[in-house]
Each structure stands twice: as structure tokens, then as C-alpha cells.
């Protein structure tokens, strides 16, 4: 492993994403951001919804702007390297093994993915006003699952930019990414479903932002029913290592082609 390299690489990438900051805060927050506004601000200040409904959300929109900026992060730029630039072949005559530049990957897009989590924080605090009761006492926690969320979210962008054509980037957000919003219990907890239906409450459990949304409330605002911490750490961990080694498989299936 040659580490200069490795680490020149990563600055090259975090340059690139500065220079992008802006556009890309935009456009990975707008959405979860305005949809706080609404349903934390505009639908509880009208007494359409319950005002501690703001501590359920808070959590959740931080979840998918998380797994939304990793995945966009990683996929997006490689999706366009690995068939319209042909920039990927620069990157793998880089003094380092192949699978590395792979892992210079993840760890850019697990920095952006956590960027974009931290800021929702302050940002959604201001759009949704009083009644957010943040409970920071378990700072290990919170930050083993940002961390979890953040590698999951990286490596699941790994493996899906080197799945997918360029033209099927639109059919990712509407079969993968919009399915995974809608049932990944960021707007709702994950004990409400039950009286939904039981059979939908067990079945999103394949859905791993249940488990960052529901890690997040544990750290955050204990006070709301969530999944026990470790249930989700250990489900954390096991879908990490998954979508890790398709990832870096797919990688090296693509590179090798």
C-alpha cells in the first residue's frame, strides 16, 4: 500500500468537492430540507400534526441525507470514469493496487456523506424552530452509527457505479433510492408500522435506512421508540460488509474488463 498515493488521491478528491461545496450541499439537502420545513414547521404550527413529531424527523432526514450524498458521491462520478471519460484508467496506473483506488473512493464519499449529516443538524434546528430536544449524553453512539451510515452509504455508491449504465441512472432513483426513502422509517418510526400491518413492519427490515434512521433516533432523541442500538449496530455492520465486498468485486470486475 503506498499511503502518499492513497493520500494524494484523497486530496485530490476533497479539492474537487470544495471547489463544489455549495451546488452540492444544494443538492443533496434541498429536499430533505424543505420537506422538514413542511412537516416539521409549517403541518405542527398549524396543529396538523403533533409538535413532538419534529424529534422523529430530525433523525430521519439526517438518514437519507447521509445515504443520499454517499451514494451520489461515489456512483454519479463513476458511472461517468468507468464508460464516458475513461478517467478510471489514469487512477489505476496510480503506484498502488488496483482495489485501493476503490477504497480512496469509499473514504471520500463516507467524508462527504458525514458533511452533509452534520449539516442537517443546525439547518433542520432553524427551519423546524422550538421543540427539537436533541440528547447528545451518548456521543459514542452517535457517531458509531454516522460512521456505520457513512460506510454504508459510500460502498452501496461503489456498487451500484459500477452496476449500472449511464443510462439507467434514473431508473436507480426511482426502483432503488425513492423505494428506499419512502419505506426506510425516516418520516415515521419503525414500531408505527405495526398498526399498518405487521407483515410491512418486518418486511422493510432488508431496508438498511430503517436502521440508520432508527440508530440516529437512539442517538439523538432517546426519548422516541427506536430499535435497541445494538440491534441496529450489529445489522449495520453485517450490510457494511456486504455491500463492501460487492462493491469492491464489481470494481475489480469492471477494472479488469
Given amino acids: ?61 439526517m438518514a437519507i441525507s447521509m445515504v443520499l450524498s454517499g451514494i451520489q458521491a461515489v456512483a454519479m462520478p463513476l458511472i461517468t470514469e468507468l464508460q464516458f471519460t475513461k478517467e478510471i484508467e489514469d487512477r489505476l496506473l496510480a503506484p498502488m493496487q488496483n482495489h485501493w483506488v476503490a477504497v480512496e473512493k469509499i473514504v471520500a464519499g463516507m467524508v462527504q456523506a458525514l458533511v452533509s449529516g452534520l449539516v442537517v443538524i ?75 400491518s405487521k407483515v410491512l413492519q418486518y418486511a422493510v427490515l432488508v431496508n438498511p435506512l430503517v436502521y440508520a434512521s432508527e440508530g440516529l433516533r437512539g442517538a439523538l432523541v432517546p426519548q422516541v421508540p427506536h430499535i435497541p442500538p445494538l440491534a441496529v449496530v450489529c445489522a449495520l455492520i453485517a450490510m457494511d460488509l456486504s455491500v463492501l465486498v460487492l462493491g469492491l468485486t464489481k470494481f475489480r470486475q469492471k477494472t479488469i474488463g
Avoid: E
Fill in 122 to 196: 443546525p439547518a433542520a434546528w432553524l427551519l423546524m424552530g422550538s421543540g427539537v430536544h436533541i440528547n447528545l449524553d451518548n456521543v459514542g453512539l452517535f457517531a458509531a452509527i454516522c460512521l456505520l451510515v457513512a460506510l454504508f452509504s459510500s460502498a452501496g455508491g461503489l456498487a451500484l457505479g459500477c452496476s449500472i449504465g449511464q443510462t439507467q441512472i434514473g431508473l436507480m432513483f426511482s426502483l432503488v433510492v425513492a423505494p428506499m426513502m419512502m419505506f426506510g422509517c425516516a418520516y415515521y418510526t419503525w414500531g408505527s408500522l405495526a398498526a399498518v
Fill in 1 to 61: 500500500m503506498n499511503w502518499k498515493t492513497f493520500y494524494a488521491m484523497l486530496q485530490r478528491d476533497g479539492h474537487v468537492a470544495r471547489r463544489n461545496l455549495l451546488p452540492m450541499l444544494m443538492q443533496n439537502l434541498l429536499q430533505p430540507l424543505l420537506l422538514t420545513f413542511v412537516f416539521g414547521r409549517v403541518l405542527t404550527s398549524s396543529g396538523m400534526m403533533r409538535f413532538d413529531y419534529k424529534n422523529v424527523l430530525l433523525p430521519g432526514v
